[in-house]
């Protein structure tokens, strides 16, 4: 059977993208570790969750990525509280194409991409 080891995401700018996904999701870099190319991020204080891999990524940002994260809140208020939360840190709002008449999610850009969807 196999299971997901790491969600890999590609960013270009390393301290940045370990800054930001930190502090979204109370994350560590495993080991301490931060390379230049490449780092990997776990649940702090041992907690359990599917490892983030950050990569280094020169690829160009796609308009529709083909690849994002669901996060999810408890409810309607937390929602709009996290959001707030995340554009403090940096995400950005996207005025998505594809949003349903009436949507039940937001959707927001990394701010180390500026267009990787989650």
């Known amino acids: 059977m196999l299971t997901i080891g790491s969600l890999v995401l590609g960013v270009s700018d390393m301290p940045r993208a370990v800054a930001f996904w930190t502090a979204v999701l109370d994350y560590a870099p495993r080991g301490g570790l931060i390379e230049d190319d490449w780092t990997v991020l776990v649940p702090a204080g041992g907690g359990s969750g599917v490892q983030l891999a950050l990569g280094l990524s020169e690829s160009p940002v796609q308009e529709h990525p083909r690849v994002h994260l669901d996060l999810y809140a408890?409810?309607?208020?937390?929602?709009?509280?996290?959001?707030?939360?995340?554009?403090?840190?940096?995400?950005?709002?996207?005025?998505?194409?594809?949003?349903?008449?009436?949507?039940?999610?937001?959707?927001l850009a990394d701010p180390n991409t500026s267009n990787s969807y989650f």
């Not at 959001?83 to 940096?90: C, E, H, K, N, Y």
């Open 74 to 107: 408890g409810d309607a208020a937390d929602q709009a509280a996290e959001v707030d939360r995340l554009v403090a840190l940096g995400a950005g709002r996207v005025d998505w194409d594809l949003y349903p008449e009436d949507p039940d999610f937001v959707v």
